[in-house]
């Protein structure tokens, strides 16, 4: 064909309507009490960017040195819905990472606050909606972020 091979699957995949590297979040794997506690989890001490130059969005659980049994059950539920994460150690705070824009999606649609500034005004879009094992594991993975 005389083309490279990522040329190749970037436009088979657009004939398939589908990002090649696009992949799915699985949060059916998830129980609701799972779900709402990844949420709170991330309305506690995560954070999202949105690197424009590299096209790039990360999503970020920023956790304590010495939590790392939650350090731990949230790579676990992450990789439960099909997320691949880094971990890094920066002073005492350990960092979970990862590279999705549908997991940057996906907690924007749930979460809302005003302006730019997540920490002090954040809180749950349409709370009345949600199941009560939910909204008990939101309250649970604020806490404990």
């Given at each position: 064909?005389?083309?490279?091979?990522?040329?190749?699957?970037?436009?088979?995949?657009?004939?398939?309507?589908?990002?090649?590297?696009?992949?799915?979040l699985?949060v059916?794997?998830?129980?609701?009490k799972?779900?709402?506690?990844?949420i709170?989890?991330?309305?506690?001490?995560?954070?999202?960017?949105?690197?424009?130059d590299?096209?790039?969005?990360?999503?970020?659980?920023?956790?304590?040195?010495?939590?790392?049994?939650?350090?731990?059950?949230?790579?676990?539920?992450?990789?439960?819905?099909?997320?691949?994460?880094?971990?890094?150690?920066?002073?005492?705070?350990?960092?979970?990472r990862?590279?999705?824009?549908?997991?940057?999606?996906?907690?924007?649609?749930?979460?809302?606050?005003?302006?730019?500034?997540?920490?002090?005004?954040v809180?749950?879009?349409?709370?009345?909606?949600?199941?009560?094992?939910?909204?008990f594991?939101?309250l649970?993975?604020?806490?404990?972020?």
């Amino acid at each position: 064909m005389g083309r490279c091979k990522s040329a190749v699957q970037y436009h088979a995949a657009k004939l398939r309507e589908k990002r090649a590297r696009e992949k799915e979040l699985l949060v059916e794997n998830l129980t609701d009490k799972e779900l709402g506690w990844l949420i709170g989890c991330y309305a506690g001490d995560g954070s999202r960017y949105l690197r424009k130059d590299a096209y790039s969005y990360e999503v970020k659980f920023a956790l304590s040195e010495n939590e790392y049994a939650i350090v731990k059950f949230v790579e676990a539920v992450l990789l439960k819905i099909g997320m691949k994460t880094r971990r890094s150690i920066e002073g005492k705070r350990v960092y979970v990472r990862c590279q999705s824009k549908q997991l940057y999606r996906f907690m924007e649609r749930h979460l809302m606050w005003d302006g730019r500034k997540k920490s002090t005004s954040v809180r749950l879009a349409n709370l009345s909606s949600y199941p009560n094992n939910f909204l008990f594991g939101f309250l649970c993975g604020l806490i404990d972020a």
